[in-house]
T-cell receptor, first 111, second 117 residues
Framework: SQKIEQNSEALNIQEGKTATLTCNYTNYSPAYLQWYRQDPGRGPVFLLLIRENEKEKRKERLKVTFDTTLKQSLFHITASQPADSATYLCAHLNRDDKIIFGKGTRLHILP | NAGVMQNPRHLVRRRGQEARLRCSPMKGHSHVYWYRQLPEEGLKFMVYLQKENIIDESGMPKERFSAEFPKEGPSILRIQQVVRGDSAAYFC???????????????FGQGTRLTVV
């Protein structure tokens, strides 16, 4: 079955450093991947989408890569700030038009 | 343009009661998705609806759960005879197109936190 996995449940990063989150997928080849941010008690908010033919996508301090050989997407936050602390979710669209989410990685930016 | 509106934000029900969760999609959106999230768990797909049609309910338990998206009014997720295991956050998302078309993003509501006591 199609699986999308985020290996790290939690990640602590010092303020100012680059945070890198990993998303792996197995048993399929998604046409694109999405990344969302979720704060406690709130719904996910869409951040970035990257297509399979795009190696990299940037938005301000955010960067997403898509490696179809490794079946992996990396999500980077440069110059991280305490306000970046949240849970980040990787998601893909399966063949039936459903967005399927990974479990998320809780990112803590330490001041 | 208001975002996706879910109500109530918090709902407490006793075992055996019914829970009704409402979702008003963004203006112009005709595709609605419901997800369930348990503490420390990811978002689990439940059901995908378009106006007056259930497109995919493969993630919804066969018994006690139902969903609708009428021509007029919000989408409703209904849980009959609730049990403690139904306690979770339920999120609704809407999109203008099927999310597989044009790679459309989904917009989420703030969720309804159901507690069964």
């Amino acid at each position: 079955s199609q699986k999308i996995e985020q290996n790290s449940e939690a990640l602590n990063i010092q303020e100012g450093k680059t945070a890198t989150l990993t998303c792996n997928y197995t048993n399929y080849s998604p046409a694109y991947l999405q990344w969302y941010r979720q704060d406690p008690g709130r719904g996910p908010v869409f951040l970035l989408l990257i297509r399979e033919n795009e190696k990299e996508k940037r938005k301000e301090r955010l960067k997403v890569t898509f490696d179809t050989t490794l079946k992996q997407s990396l999500f980077h936050i440069t110059a991280s700030q305490p306000a970046d602390s949240a849970t980040y979710l990787c998601a893909h669209l399966n063949r039936d038009d459903k967005i399927i989410f990974g479990k998320g990685t809780r990112l803590h930016i330490l001041p | 343009n208001a975002g996706v509106m879910q109500n109530p934000r918090h709902l407490v029900r006793r075992r055996g009661q019914e829970a009704r969760l409402r979702c008003s999609p963004m203006k112009g959106h005709s595709h609605v998705y419901w997800y369930r999230q348990l503490p420390e768990e990811g978002l689990k797909f439940m059901v995908y609806l378009q106006k007056e049609n259930i497109i995919d309910e493969s993630g919804m338990p066969k018994e006690r759960f139902s969903a609708e998206f009428p021509k007029e009014g919000p989408s409703i997720l209904r849980i009959q005879q609730v049990v403690r295991g139904d306690s979770a956050a339920y999120f609704c998302a809407s999109s203008a197109n099927p999310t597989g078309t044009l790679n459309t993003e989904a917009f989420f509501g703030q969720g309804t936190r159901l507690t069964v006591v």
